[in-house]
Structure formats: C-alpha cells, structure tokens
DNA sequence: GTCTATATCAGGATAGAC
DNA sequence: GTCTATCCTGATATAGAC
C-alpha cells in the first residue's frame, strides 16, 4: 500500500475514534507510518486529508447498506437486515459521529460527504418503504420519506444513547421498538 | 450571580457549542469573565467545572420534559408535544452530543450524568407509552421500553440528521414519521 | 517523495503575590 | 478569592536539505 493509501486509512480510523477535532496531524503519522513531511507532500493540510478520508467511508458505507437494501427480500427483511447489520455499536457511525464536529459541520466542504451520505440512505430506505407499501406489507398512508426519515434517525440516536449507557442494549431496543411498529402498522 | 455560576453557566454554553474537547479553560474564562486563578479557585480542573455544567444542564433538561410528559392529554399528545418542544434543531442536544465526545465517554464520572439523563427518560416514556396501551390508545403488543428507546432514538438521530444537512427539515420528517407510525399501529 | 529543523500558538495547569 | 507570571506539551504548519 502507498503512503498516500495508509495516510488515508489512518485518517479514517482516527476520525471514528476521536472525531475531527480529537485527531491530529501528528497521530495521523504515527499511526500510519508516514513522516511530517511525507503527510504535506501527498495533503494540503489536515481538511484535505479529513475530506479525502470521509469520502471514502462515505463510498465504503454505500456499498455496504446497498447489499443489504438491494438484496432479495421483503421490505421488511431487508430493512431489518439494514438496522441489524451493526455490530460493534459502540464505536458509533464513521459518518454520522462526525456531525457533532464544529470544525465539520461548519465547513462546508467538508460537510457535503455527510450530507450526501445521509440523502442517498433516506431516497433509498424511501424507494423500499414504497415497495412495500405496493406488496401491502406496510400501511399505505406512510409517508416514505418521513418514515425513511424516521428509521435513519433510530439508527443515529441508536448509537447515541448506547454510547451515553455504556452499552449497546438501548440500541438494540430503539431497533426492536422501530421494526415493531413497522409491522404493526399494516395490521 | 456569582463568578462561580458565571463558570458553569459558560461551561454549559461552550459544551453545547463546541463538546468537551472543543471547549478550553481559557474560553470558558473568557466567556465568564473570569480570571484564570479564579477558575481554578472554584475547580480543579476542566472535568470538574465539564461536571458540574452537565449535572445541571440534565437537571434542567428533566424539568422542561416533564413539563410536556406529565401534563393533561392523551400518551400520543404528549409523546407528540415532547418530539415537537424542540427550537433551535440545528444546535443538536445539549446532552446527546457529549455522547460523541470519546473524553467524556471514557471517564465513569463524566458519562454519569449522561446515562442517568437517558435511563430517566427512557423510563418516563416507557410510562406514557403503558397508559397508551391501557386507554386503547396505542397498539398493546408494543413493548413499552423498545418503543420508548425508540422514541429518545428518533429525536437523537433526527439531530445528527438535520446537522448533517445543515437544515432542520429532516429532523421534522423523522419526527412525523415516528409519530404517524405511532398513531397507526393502534388501528 | 521523505527527512529534520524550526516556528507559532493554544491547551491545560501550577506558583505565589496581593 | 482573584491576579499575574510561568511552565510544559501538543496542534498545525513552513523551510530547506537530501
């Protein structure tokens, strides 16, 4: 792997764990090998190296949820596949723990992978919630987007709480409580 | 008001602002109008005064929720008027986004106050949802806890949502959509 | 492309005078 | 209780040699 390569893994490593502002230059060279110098040969800067990360978890991320979404399945199955696809819940969302940064979500450059991230996921969990609206597995006076809206959000705030209790159980309950009402809806 | 309210009160403020490793000592004086031997007179340090500012910042979070939980109208309005209190979307929670911060997420003592915060509110919901059940109001083979983890959920989420794409609207989605879900799996 | 040296400023705190 | 002085480390780079 070419130093470029490991600068950027390392930089998306230490973005999950400590956020934007939590990492530095200097970490980002220690863990990846590379010298002061060789960092602002291949980056303008720390934003630049952020920004060239991000979008690569953000592809990454992508194509992770699309094998979940596109595959075979109920609407339902394949949803639950989606929020049950976790597993060290702990540790948070790569792309979603950066919203809480100042210095991210300020600059608009370096919000747009966010932003993007979180649109693509809504438009798609919304295409699939209609899908089974048509297969009469979910009520028919759903809002796709809002709903879509809504099963992001357990997601999200899954993570949130679960990081505040010390432990992944409020997830689990959050995605129970969420796919529960998804099918007690078309009841 | 006293240089020491002067403290915590700034405290609260720049956390909110800018979480616990994005806020410094000198900001905090800065903001209070405090001198930096009078800061560390009133604390030892950053974590105590990080403390004191987030005890009293969840202590005042219960106040204003209960005021919407515990009053007059049915589960459903009140869960609806709890998810609708919100006013300034984009600033994100007061005690949601310290769950991002790997500094208070590490230390037993600073988590403290956040767990405590969203273990309270997850029980309070639970009760709602539970009189829900006992009027007819909400479906009775909801589980009261996952459907109230999955409410704190919802709004945590529709936070990281709504700041990702720099605009409220798809917090508003979230939250319309969890209660129109809500509503219908009574029918 | 990578290295080492150097620069500037902020973070976080202690010491001791008043 | 509050003030100023001082300390040490780390964040974020730039410069120039190799």
């Known amino acids: 792997m070419s130093t470029r390569e490991r600068l950027i893994e390392s930089t998306q490593d230490l973005l999950w764990e ?3 502002a939590g990492t530095s230059p200097k970490a980002i060279q220690q863990r990846s090998g590379a010298g002061q110098g060789s960092m602002y040969h291949h980056f303008g800067g720390k934003s630049d190296l952020a920004l060239a990360a991000m979008n690569k978890t953000a592809e990454q991320l992508r194509a992770e949820i699309s094998g979940h979404l596109d595959g075979p399945g109920t609407a339902i199955e394949r949803i639950s596949a989606y929020l049950h696809r976790e597993r060290d819940v702990l540790r948070g969302c790569r792309i979603g723990r950066l919203a809480q940064d100042p210095g991210v979500v300020e600059s608009a450059r370096l919000r747009q992978p966010l932003d993007e991230t979180f649109d693509w996921l809504r438009r798609r969990l919304a295409e699939v919630v209609s899908e089974g609206q048509a297969e009469g597995e ?14 992001v959000a357990v997601l999200q705030g899954g993570y ?25 809806s078309a009841r």
């Open 160 to 184: 949130v709480i679960a990081r505040a209790a010390g432990s992944a159980e409020p997830f689990g309950r959050a995605v129970d409580g969420a796919l529960r009402l998804l099918a007690a």
């Open 18 to 20: 400590r956020g934007y």
């Open 138 to 151: 979910l009520a028919a006076d759903l809002d796709p987007e809002d709903t879509a809206a809504a099963i």
